[in-house]
């Protein structure tokens, strides 16, 4: 658990560096793909673990608060709520109208 | 097993609600207290090197993957610049001499850069992923200011400074949706407000209608609102948009910068 939380943690905070740093270079008519929330879409999507879903949420969210400079009239907590709004309307989504192919440990 | 079933659920909800509840209490503490700033400084300044080479990297790689993608327009371009190369070289005989008059012109009047403006030299670290304003590394312990116009080398206005931090500040782009300022057409008088759509979009409004422009006029700033120094370049007219029924005609600004090809910009410390 501790590893794991550690691993999201570090990851996140990579892609984040990534994307506000590298990526900003390859925008498609000014639009560049937010893999920080692509990344939240996919482990929500896929993980089994109903924790992994909400941290990841919570983590990614508090990286894109920390550095975007503009957001919501600065308001601190924007992107954290909206990701765990996205990752909770997934779940329920998810758990009544969709059967995905689940990742579990044999 | 249906009362199992409902403590579990009441568990999980209970849990929620407690995780929810404390998120909102944490929220709430870091943007009434200020605490959020230092978190993000201190997020900054730890990975403001990392940063820097991502930024160095991804300037490389996209102009080499640019290189590539382009090859095929790149035969068209050399035939292109093989024309135009003959007709610059006539125009630099002609240049050299404007220089020259230039050169003392600029002597006379004074109209170096330096010597119009106070200047400070910051570095780009980042940029927002709603792509309208950046981050520099000189901040409020550099004595930055909110508020300091952000130009470029050639005297192209980039924006202002919008939240400082203690060794960052934040650029906020004129083309970003909270930018608003007075501009005007130097050849043809005309002034207007000149507003930020979004994703280095830019538009010129509230334009007279019955006061004439074409396409490719460039767009400097006015003395008008007080927000940045007069004379400063905006942008070049692309499209017009003119109606019958509105008293005002707006057209859209293509901006001057490429933030994409910018390393260094010069904040207005005095003006």
Not at chain 1, 10 to 31: E, M
Not at chain 1, 89 to 101: H, N, Q, S, W
Not at chain 2, 146 to 155: C, E, F, M, R, Y
Request: hydrophobic share 50%; charged share 20%.
């Amino acid at each position: 658990m501790i590893k794991k939380t550690l691993f999201f943690i570090l990851i996140f905070y990579i892609l984040t560096l990534i994307q506000t740093a590298f990526l900003v270079h390859f925008n498609v008519s000014g639009i560049t793909p937010n893999f920080v929330l692509i990344t939240v879409i996919f482990i929500n999507l896929f993980s089994p673990s109903h924790w992994q879903k909400a941290f990841s949420a919570v983590i990614g969210g508090f990286y894109l608060d920390i550095f975007s400079l503009n957001n919501a009239g600065g308001f601190f907590g924007f992107y954290t709520l909206i990701l765990l709004g996205l990752s909770l309307f997934l779940k329920i989504i998810l758990g009544k109208y969709v059967r995905l192919p689940v990742i579990q440990k044999i | 097993m249906r009362t199992r079933l409902n403590i579990k659920l009441y568990q999980n909800i209970k849990k929620i609600i407690v995780i929810l509840v404390i998120l909102a209490i944490v929220v709430v503490v870091l943007n009434f207290t200020g605490f959020s700033k230092n978190i993000k400084n201190f997020f900054f300044l730890i990975s403001s090197p990392i940063q820097k080479s991502f930024w160095q990297a991804g300037k490389n790689v996209s102009g080499f993957v640019a290189g590539i993608l382009e090859a095929r327009i790149l035969k068209k371009e050399i035939d292109n610049l093989h024309f135009e190369n003959q007709e610059l070289l006539g125009q630099i005989v002609a240049l050299k001499e404007l220089k020259k008059e230039n050169e003392t012109l600029r002597e006379a009047l004074g109209l170096g850069l330096e010597k119009e403006f106070e200047l400070m030299v910051a570095q780009i670290i980042s940029k927002d992923i709603s792509q309208d304003s950046i981050l520099v590394d000189k901040g409020g312990k550099d004595g930055v200011l909110s508020g300091w116009p952000v130009i470029t080398g050639q005297k192209v206005l980039l924006g202002k400074i919008g939240q400082v931090y203690d060794r960052f500040s934040e650029v906020i782009l004129i083309s970003n949706k909270e930018s608003s300022f007075g501009a005007k057409i130097p050849e043809r008088e005309v002034d207007g407000i000149v507003k930020g759509k979004g994703s280095f979009n830019l538009y010129f409004d509230l334009i007279p209608r019955e006061k004439e422009i074409s396409e490719a006029e460039l767009v400097i700033t006015s003395v008008l609102g007080g927000v940045y120094p007069q004379g400063l370049l905006v942008g070049e007219i692309k499209t017009i948009r003119k109606s019958d029924i509105e008293p005002f005609q707006t057209a859209e600004i293509a901006p001057l910068f490429n933030v994409k090809n910018l390393d260094y910009l010069f904040i207005i410390t005095n003006f």
